[in-house]
């Protein structure tokens, strides 16, 4: 399950609705970055890195290699998680591959961001995702979970880091950042001693769990128009968003991922800067706005909003094999005369129909709109989709047939009933209606 635009797109629910079918829940890829949002009842929860898989008792939640994992936020997510009764014991494991993301990663981030001159800034998170996989590939100055769990050596590692990165912070940014490696490996030490039971090798972990014919359902963060290598460089995040990145990030074989879901909205978003070639400046954004609550899970920022990409789409579904989409958000464009879809981009006159390498040109891009009509009618909880108005039903069918997927979800509000399921996913949320406690 991936996102294919440019990160919350409602993948939360959507994990939330398919995992109950699931044994195992995987998160391959990204940080606290993420946020994705479910809501069981009227208990909302933002999960950053514990892979959403934790809120349903059936399914086991992995954190793979390739997750950036920062100590501290994992243990404020899991003191929150068993403060409102769910169950984190031996249903949550942590690679001891992964890599950690530490106070100079998320300092590093922010000097990197505050300073970027000539527009450089990406308007990150903040969460240090950058600067730890850029460590993570430099290989000499970075700390991995099973060093966490070895004193002596995590206090070698924390020794001859600190001190470099102070010098390269106040060469670069004119400060140290008050950096001391005895505070770094004090924070450190607290969070190895309680993650320790929930590390192991996570990926012959799931090797076996499949081997004996486990369902795994691999949790993709962020989205595909981030990804390092096929988003919209460099208005990006640093990790392998699609399912490219799981074989990598989890440690399964490539053949293992069969059936892709990609997450759409019924319109697009994105936070931070780079291009959205969609984008409703005016009244039309804010409306998508305020209605979709179209505020940041992570930091709050307000989401730039704009009609559905589908160029942005069509490209994100055919790099990642989608072989269904998820729509959600489709209650929030209720009460627009027309709906907006832009089919093609136009740039220096010219028309595009696919998503360019050259971030710079798509900033200079003019979407081409096709208009469809609206629907006055609040759709909010509709489970039955001949229940949607005419015109709904048509949306769906045109960005079927410009996505060349099936639309087999289709969210009709932000609770874990409210959604249509059809096709391959009938009956699924069918099956948990009334809501599966969490443990
Ligand atoms: P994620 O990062 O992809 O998991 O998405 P986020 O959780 O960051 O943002 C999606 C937001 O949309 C959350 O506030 C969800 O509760 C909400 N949401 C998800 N699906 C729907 C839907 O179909 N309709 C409405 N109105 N809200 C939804
Ligand atoms: P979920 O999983 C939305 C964006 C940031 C920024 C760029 C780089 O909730 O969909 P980073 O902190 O990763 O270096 O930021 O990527 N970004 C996201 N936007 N949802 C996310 O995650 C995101 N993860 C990263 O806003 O533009
Ligand atoms: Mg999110």
């Known amino acids: 399950m991936v996102g294919l635009t440019w990160g919350d797109e409602g993948k939360g629910k959507v994990i ?34 514990v892979p959403t898989g934790i809120l349903r008792p059936r399914a086991t939640a992995v954190i793979g290699p390739g997750v950036a994992l920062d100590p501290l936020v994992l243990l404020d997510e899991i003191s929150e998680l068993r403060s409102r009764g ?75 880091i600190v001190p470099l990165k102070r010098r390269q912070f106040t060469a670069l940014y004119g400060t140290d950042g008050g950096l001391n490696a005895e505070g770094v490996l004090e924070e450190l030490a607290i969070a190895a001693a309680e993650l320790r039971p929930h590390v192991c090798d996570t990926g012959a972990y799931v090797r ?9 359902l691999f949790e993709g963060a962020n989205g595909v128009m981030l990804d390092i290598d096929h988003g919209t ?9 699609g399912p490219h990145g799981v074989p990598g990030g ?7 991922v069969r059936d892709v879901v990609g997450v759409t909205k019924a319109y697009t978003t994105r936070v931070g800067e780079g291009p959205l070639v969609s984008e409703l400046p005016g009244e039309d954004g804010d ?17 730039r909003c704009g009609w559905l990409d589908a160029v942005a789409l069509r490209y994100a579904a055919e790099l990642v094999g989608a072989t269904e989409l998820a729509m959600m958000h489709l209650d929030t464009l209720s009460g627009f005369e027309k709906v907006g879809i832009c089919i093609a981009y136009e740039i220096d ?26 629907w006055s009618e609040e759709i909010r909880g ?31 509000g932000p609770g874990r009933s409210e959604c249509i399921c059809r096709g391959r996913r009938e009956g699924l949320a069918t099956a948990d209606q009334g809501g599966e406690a969490h443990a």
């Open 16 to 49: 939330d609705l398919l995992c109950s079918r699931f044994d195992e829940v995987v998160r391959y890829n990204g940080g606290a970055n993420a946020g994705h949002t479910v809501w069981v009842g009227e208990q909302r929860f933002a999960l950053h890195l």
């Open 86 to 160: 769910v169950r984190v014991a031996d249903n949550l494991k942590i690679s001891d591959r992964a890599h950690v993301v530490t106070v100079y990663h998320k300092l590093e981030d922010a000097l990197g961001e505050s300073q970027a001159g000539g527009g450089g800034r990406i308007g990150t998170t903040s969460r240090g995702i950058g600067p730890c996989y850029a460590d993570k590939m430099r290989r000499y100055a970075a700390v991995r979970v099973c060093d966490l769990l070895d004193e002596r050596r995590l206090a070698q590692l924390v020794g001859s």
């Open 208 to 216: 076996g769990r499949i081997a004996s014919g486990a369902k795994v």
């Open 233 to 241: 460089y460099p208005y990006v995040t640093s990790s392998s968003t």
């Open 250 to 256: 989890a440690g399964v074989p490539a053949a293992t």
């Open 287 to 303: 409306r998508i706005r305020e209605r979709g609550r179209e505020y940041g899970t992570t930091t709050g920022r307000p989401r």
């Open 349 to 374: 006159g010219h028309p595009v129909d696919t998503v360019l390498a050259d971030a710079s040109l798509l900033e200079r891009a003019a979407p081409v709109i096709e208009y469809c009509p609206g």
């Open 382 to 412: 509709i489970r039955d989709y001949q229940e949607l108005p005419a015109a709904a039903q048509a949306y769906v069918a045109r960005i079927e047939s410009l996505s060349g997927c099936p639309v087999t979800l289709i969210g009709t």
